[in-house]
């Protein structure tokens, strides 16, 4: 009998185990290991765009998904330059940044509201999103246009309407990345990024967010990789009781969802590893464990089995597990049933992207255009999206160089009796960028730039268009005011 109580004991302790992972897969069709380990107890998964091929083969996934658990279903759709469900086309919704730039909560709203009615109908209940970081650091190299902007309570008031939006459409919100992570120059990708602020300054600038969506009822809120030397000493967020536990949970009164970041990202593989990390993360508070695109299987074994462990032999308590389960199991009853809502994308996007375009200087009609786009190295945060103004101008020539191996007389020489314009993407944080820009101008001053990035380096004296993102729908709105 007591080896029968045993082996139920151990059987449910790596059900509660299993229950704190978001795991991933390769593929537009469930493998039989993640319905299995589903039927078995496993907290959900994170889709991403090589999961994703139309909403009607999406729908078909996750309704497989629900067919073998209860899982929470998660992606990145941030609108903006983060899509996963256009992650092959560009997304129709303008990002955040172009949401800031016009100021208006409402529309904010709406625009989240379409984002989470697309979700709900193909099956998704958790958007991981918006970014609530204040984007201090102009050079921050992940955040950038997924931030509303610079301003704390523009910052603020924006990342309510996006939870009311998506939250509108009963798909959850997961506000990202707390304590913040836009006053960082390094990727929690790549490292452990820094964030040197006081903790003064930290609950004036990078909290107030955050508060914010608590009183708005996130039901998520998403860690960060970022050490912030006087709140976490030499720890990232993530793995911080006194940033997740005591500020958070007790300072903060947040009771609901708290779901890492990727877990695979190198902050915590290069530190302390996939496995430590996870068994960290859930001590330091965490609930849910996002363990990103690159664990397999084998990973995922390796993680229950050291979540077991850890209980086994102190390092985690068994409560922890307990709590996290409990806030995983009301989050799937406020889930309900999936909705199918009718989003207005074909009407708002295009509508915010139009809003936030701003021209200085003045456009002339187009004669044989010459589009020039100055290649950038895509994030990993983003990935490979499409960008630019193909095919959304018919009567242009399109051209992709690389900065430095761009032809500057040869391009000048095709543009001779054309009309030039030359397209980057935050032009402010690449010098090469910056060269080509500045030598075509020199050669051809009525050239027309367009920042498809943050718009923080302008050259002196052109026509300069800006769309506060690299969106489908922020290169249509461009496109079009160009055409004019």
């Not at 730039?101 to 904010?108: G, I, K, R, S």
């Not at 915590?268 to 001590?283: M, W, Y």
Request: hydrophobic share 45%.
């Amino acid at each position: 009998m007591s080896e029968l109580i045993a082996a139920s004991s151990d059987q449910r302790l790596r059900r509660l185990a299993a229950g704190t992972l978001l795991v991933a897969f390769k593929g537009t069709i469930a493998p039989d290991w993640v319905l299995h380990d589903l039927e078995n107890g496993l907290g959900g998964v994170t889709l991403f765009g090589f999961n994703v091929a139309d909403p009607a083969q999406l729908s078909a996934l996750t309704s497989r998904l629900r067919e073998a658990g209860d899982p929470v279903i998660s992606l990145d759709e941030e609108g903006g330059d983060v899509t996963r469900l256009a992650y092959h086309v560009g997304s129709p919704y303008p990002g955040n940044a172009a949401l800031g730039a016009v100021d208006d909560v409402e529309l904010t709203q709406r625009v989240y509201r379409s984002i989470g009615d697309e979700l709900a109908s193909c099956g998704v209940n958790l958007d991981m999103a918006p970014s609530a970081d204040v984007n201090t650091a102009a050079d921050n190299p992940v955040i950038g246009t997924r931030s509303f902007g610079s301003d704390t309570a523009l910052v603020s008031r924006h990342t309510v309407a996006a939870v009311h939006g998506l939250q509108s459409a009963c798909v959850a919100a997961c506000v990202k990345h707390f304590p913040g992570h836009g006053a960082t120059r390094q990727d929690s990708h790549l490292e452990i990024p820094l964030v040197d602020a006081s903790v003064e300054l930290l609950r004036e600038r990078e909290l107030a967010p955050f508060r914010a969506a608590i009183d708005a009822g996130t039901k998520s809120i998403m860690t960060a990789h970022v050490r912030v030397p006087a709140l976490t000493g030499a720890a990232p967020a993530t793995l911080s009781s006194t940033a997740l536990t005591s500020l958070l949970r007790g300072e903060m009164g947040y009771d609901g969802v708290v779901i890492t970041d990727a877990l695979d990202m190198h902050a915590i593989t290069e530190s302390v590893g996939l496995a430590g990390g996870a068994v960290l993360s859930l001590a330091a508070g965490a609930d849910l464990l996002c363990l990103g695109p690159i664990p397999t299987e084998e990973d995922v074994r390796r993680i229950i089995d050291e979540i077991v462990a850890a209980v086994g032999d102190g390092r985690l308590p068994a409560a922890r597990l307990e709590a996290a389960a409990e806030r995983v199991n009301r989050l799937r009853a406020w889930f309900g049933s999936p909705q199918t809502g009718q989003a207005e994308e074909s009407v708002i996007g295009l509508t915010a992207a139009r809003r936030a375009v701003t021209l200085t200087g003045a456009t002339s009609p187009l004669v044989d255009p010459l589009v020039v786009e100055v290649e950038t190295p895509p994030t990993i945060a983003v990935g490979d999206v499409p960008w630019g103004f193909s095919p959304l101008m018919p009567q242009a020539e399109v051209v992709r160089v690389k900065p430095e191996d761009a032809d500057v007389p040869d391009i000048l020489e095709r543009a001779i009796g054309r009309s030039l314009i030359v397209v980057v993407k935050d032009a402010h944080r690449y010098e090469t960028s910056q060269t080509v820009v500045s030598e075509l101008l020199a050669a051809r001053p009525d050239a027309t730039v367009v920042e498809m990035g943050l718009p923080i380096w302008r050259p002196e004296g052109a026509t300069y268009l800006a769309t506060y993102g690299a969106a489908r729908a922020n290169a249509q709105a461009a496109a079009e005011l160009l055409s004019i």
